[in-house]
């Protein structure tokens, strides 16, 4: 079956060139809940648990929207859904550590993908300079203080300024397709 260009083109066919204007654009039909799953499927993407601490309770989630911001100052972002217990704690201590997980660790990221009762009662771990857990055995780690914080739909965004890293040799732990993945080796330089 010949493969459909969709290059220049949105899902409903329409050229993109025919579509200049931004408020024109907004005020379209948005794609469908399924169209939008489909093409985030598309995306590969490190798996990390955002780690946050209430006082003596210590707090995961894993997460994938997790992004760089800027090198000045050094800084990230994460999505944090509403229905999420991290949200909360995060927004009221303004602290957050992010923790990349290593291919070895997709059972830690089905545990704080869980809601768990304790969240590190099993966990081995340490605590950073802004209070929040250090998962041992990742790839890295982040801590930050939230600089902004933002609401869009459904979730919050929190972009951190980061107050200490830490790095290792592990290799990262990818989520793509629904699926647990690793990297598979170099692309083909052609
Ligand atoms: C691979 C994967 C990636 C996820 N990424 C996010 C994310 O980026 N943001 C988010 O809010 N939830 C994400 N989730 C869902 C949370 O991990 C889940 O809702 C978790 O239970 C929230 O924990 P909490 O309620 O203790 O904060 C992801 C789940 C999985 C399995």
Redesign the pocket.
């Known amino acids: 079956m010949a493969q459909r260009d969709i290059s220049r083109s949105n899902t409903r066919g329409t050229p993109l060139t025919e579509i200049n204007d931004t408020d024109a654009l907004l005020q379209r039909l948005p794609v469908s809940y399924e169209e939008f799953r489909q093409a985030m499927r598309r995306f590969a993407?490190n798996?990390s648990v955002?780690t946050c601490a209430d006082g003596e309770y210590l707090?995961?989630?894993?997460?994938?929207?997790?992004s760089g911001v800027t090198a000045d100052p050094p800084s990230v972002l994460?999505?944090?859904?509403h229905?999420?217990?991290?949200?909360a704690i995060i927004k009221s201590t303004g602290a957050f550590t992010i923790n990349v997980l290593a291919a070895h660790q997709q059972a830690v990221?089905?545990h704080?993908?869980?809601?768990?009762v304790d969240?590190f009662g099993s966990i081995a771990h340490t605590i950073g300079s802004n209070r929040c857990p250090i998962i041992d055995g990742i790839v890295a780690h982040l801590e930050c203080a939230v600089a902004e914080h933002f609401e869009f739909g459904t979730?919050s965004i929190f972009i951190g300024k980061i107050v200490g890293t830490n790095v290792s040799r592990f290799v990262p732990l990818l989520?793509h397709d629904g699926s647990?993945q690793r990297l598979g080796g170099a692309a083909d330089a052609r």
């Open positions: 993407a798996v955002i707090n995961g989630m894993t997460a994938t929207a997790v994460i999505i944090v859904n229905s999420a217990r991290s949200r990221a089905i704080f993908a869980s809601k768990p969240p979730h989520f647990y």
